[in-house]
């Protein structure tokens, strides 16, 4: 990836290494800081489009997050913009459903959605990392009012049915016993003197510091039941009050357990860039987003266009369209320029006038099979019975994890919970089900970390991103090998066309890749008609 | 501490140490899980006192949340309860300051709070972890709203002024590296067979395998620049999109500035069983929690009542206090038995008709030095320019930490942080200071943090906790002697006294510790007063 970051990053890079030769690690570190790297986002700000040619027309194809911005930007720049969205409402996976809404897919199976008044499931994204910087600046910017997504939660369950002899336990639990174990292990190693060709003298004693303080060890380097052990992974008596106050120690899991449970990967999970707090979701659900962009181009938006084709010549760009309002009736509408947002699965079986690098381009990128289940239950039982107020239970079964709201915490009623969320394999093998039998299959699953589910249940809904004919899967997946032969063409402006949408992004499966390459794809529209580009 | 479990406690490890013998691991976890183990509150539901003999009558003392649930449960039990509070304010060390309040302190030093309307510190408690069970159960009884407190955050600043050129880095690019290089060297130590007597050939493999996916070691098991640790540690140039999308990658600190640095420290933080997800904070300010109890006994509470004497003898109990707000009138209330939740500092000044070995457990009890410096500036400069939403930058400065508001995030306006949270010695030499001065202090520690700290400030207030003088403390410290010396004789009943605070309990420093000890301190005089106690 940094072969495609080309000359500046290169200089950059060098000149750093001669102010660490130069001026040693400060230095070197000062320098860093200063000249702003590891912001984490490569938002720029909005972007300044001045002088637009009046009367000079843009038609955006797709109405969500990466259309509607984009037709927001190009007005505000002074452009005439038009945007045509196949479905009957615009806002695209940014979505929420909710008691009364129906979802129809491919194949023609409806579920009719039957929870509780203001309770939602986002089937689509449903966190916001804090390094989306664009995303956040126009949630900002559109009145969208956020809140504390909470991703990560110690008290959540652990769960594979190949370990621990197939029982749950508290995230906690694992963590503190991994740690422990990872830090014994390596201070035997360096206290045995087998590291000395490797840490010298003076590390020896600053690694044996840092690893025990960070896994809580006792002072002889040992990771057992005490005082140190229970107070990260948590008494079998609780701290209380009174004549009976005292707590009573918890004993740490087998090492081999531990270790050979394959439950490492969720401690990985949370310190993942994409995944680390602090996290958002729209406050009443995500779909406040889209709502919230839609807002500002609502009278450029016409819904209920399926484009069948995209032509473009010198003079300008055709997009043919049926008018599923009206019938279906053949239409057209004519253009200077055309910013795309349709997903990739859908464009790649359009009419599509453009060279054979960029159809290439078109078909060359995978979507993502993925399902999610939204199931409503009598009762908040996960904080009622398990003290799990919000964040994720993962398990090895295909559901992967549940995801508990981070909204109405200690609120009375029903409440909905993420009940799966399948990609790849487990997502196709959910696809093949009926709806009935993806939410038969997460309950039966979800018995595994909750033994009270089933009686619980009230009801559910089951998104298979794969059957939504407007997007025929779930989001871009770049291989290493794709992203090197056809990225650049990809986002490229061809003639009068530009691509726009997470697909057009290395941030892909995220809304701030299609907030992104929105910004990118309006900017190469402006310096185009303004002849720079 | 398990020494003081008894038998029960013994027993039952006994127990399950024969079902592991018996059934394998696997019907331990069983076990283990079905006999409740783990659950992390000692909150076993509120008292059923039922039967109280009509007209007893019940004397608490103090106001904060174990006098005030006392006062509560007592009445709801059916006795006759009185509760005097030395404080023109009920809620004790639960408190909160907004604009124009203010603080005197002993030596007379008076601080106005200048905060803009809605904005407020918690100079006292100021997060609840999800196992107080005992705290959050009647804050649901007593519609006490609450919200999420971010006390981890990834994107916040790690600082020390003996490491990495005393220039602050961000959590994430530690603890990146951290585990980074704790894994790489353990996978040294196992790759090149210097643990095989320790750890078995099938256990080598998983070990691997474990540390490996947990830090994102590439697959020859080196941490270095590259695909896999930017996605932990952050990206230089971050992923964008169109055709100038691609991410540079970040580079690791060196191994020995890592290790050798003492932050690590910062990585066990949020691990302890009292810092980890999820935490919570009342909406609106800490002093919800106290406004919600006293709104419960309202009826039953004295303010301006400075008790000087507790006597008691076969008959009753004898309460002397000065009724501050009648110029100090001497007044006796009389009563069959009372609660003491006046903190141990002060009470051990008092004329207290207990034993020997009672008066020695109260004066056994040093209470903590504590300062809290509550800062507002002008804007979120945190939010807007270091990305920062809630949660925590540390310091090896005295200061210790710069804590942000988890409420409020996005908002515009100015705001408030808390700027400094100093124990034991820091605290001490900041309580020396005049107000003014540990302001100025907190500012020009802060700045290794927030190079814009002194331009964005307005004004601050800083508690100092030795210095108010219905606690002269911030709270207990136990140390292992005393608490084998004197605690079952502090919580015990004498007479018709018994004591309740948070320094009765095994959850010092927490409110939870006040509820539980409160409900211990009511069950004990109940059962006294049937006779069976």
């Not at 290169?10 to 912001?39: C, D, E, F, N």
């Not at 979505?95 to 009364?100: D, P, Q």
């Not at 807002?295 to 997009?319: S, Y």
Request: glycine share 12%.
């Amino acid at each position: 990836m940094t072969g495609q970051s080309g000359f500046q990053a290169q200089t950059r890079r060098q000149l750093l290494t001669k102010i660490g030769v130069l001026a040693g690690s400060a230095g070197l570190y000062q320098a860093m800081t200063s000249m702003g790297h590891a912001m984490g986002t490569d938002f720029k700000g909005p972007p300044k489009l001045s002088g637009a040619k009046p009367g000079t027309r843009v038609v955006v194809l797709g109405a969500g997050l990466a259309g509607l911005l984009a037709a927001y930007e190009l007005r505000q720049a002074g452009y005439k913009v038009r945007l045509l969205e196949f479905q009957n409402r615009a806002g695209g996976r940014n979505i929420s459903l909710r008691g009364g809404d129906s979802v129809t897919e491919l194949g023609g199976a409806t579920q009719k959605v039957a929870f509780a008044p203001g309770n939602y499931i986002n089937p689509g994204p449903w966190r916001i990392p804090y390094h989306h910087q664009g995303l956040l600046y126009y949630c900002r910017k559109f009145g969208v009012a956020l809140e504390p997504f909470i991703q990560l939660n110690h008290n959540a369950w652990l769960h594979s049915s190949q370990a621990y002899g197939g029982k749950r336990l508290r995230y906690r639990e694992f963590a503190a016993d991994f740690s422990g174990y990872t830090a014994e292990l390596l201070a035997k190693a360096i206290n045995q003197h087998r590291l000395d060709d490797i840490v010298t003298p003076e590390e020896r004693a600053h690694v044996l510091s840092s690893i025990g303080t960070w896994a809580n060890l006792d002072d002889d380097g040992v990771w057992r039941a005490g005082a140190r052990s229970s107070q990260h992974r948590g008494y079998d008596k609780a701290r209380g009050a009174g004549v009976d106050g005292a707590p009573t120690f918890s004993t740490p899991a087998p090492r081999s357990e531990v270790m050979g449970s394959g439950l490492a990967q969720w401690l990985a999970f949370p310190e993942q860039l994409d995944m680390q707090t602090t996290m958002f979701q729209p406050v009443g659900g995500m779909d406040n987003i889209g709502k919230g962009f839609a807002r500002q181009v609502q009278d450029l938006i016409t819904l209920g266009c399926m484009v069948t084709a995209i032509h473009q010549d010198e003079h300008g760009v055709k997009i043919l369209y049926d008018d599923v309002a009206h019938g279906g009736a053949s239409r057209v509408e004519e253009a200077d320029y055309c910013v795309c947002t349709i997903p990739l699965p859908v464009l790649s079986q359009l009419d599509v006038q453009v060279s054979d690098r960029m159809k290439a381009a078109i078909a060359a990128v995978p979507y993502a099979s993925s399902v999610k289940l939204g199931m409503e239950f009598k009762r908040r039982f996960w904080e009622d019975n398990d003290q799990i107020y919000g964040g994720i239970s993962f398990t090895d079964q295909p559901i992967g994890q549940i995801a508990y709201p981070s909204h109405g915490i200690f609120s009375q009623g029903p409440a909905v919970l993420l009940g799966g969320y399948m990609f790849g394999p487990a997502a196709m093998d959910f696809t093949t089900m009926t709806p009935a039998q993806r939410i038969e299959e997460g309950l039966r699953q979800g018995l595994a970390l909750h033994p009270n589910y089933r009686s619980e249940f009230r009801n559910g809904v089951a998104v298979a991103w794969s059957r939504m004919p407007w997007t025929l899967g779930c989001c871009s997946m770049w291989s290493e090998q794709a992203r090197k032969m056809h990225y650049k063409t990809l986002v490229g402006m061809e003639n009068r066309l530009v691509l726009a949408g997470e697909h057009a992004s290395y941030v892909g499966c995220w809304q701030e890749g299609a907030i992104l390459s929105s910004l990118a794809a309006v900017e190469q529209i402006h310096k185009r008609a303004q002849g720079v580009g």
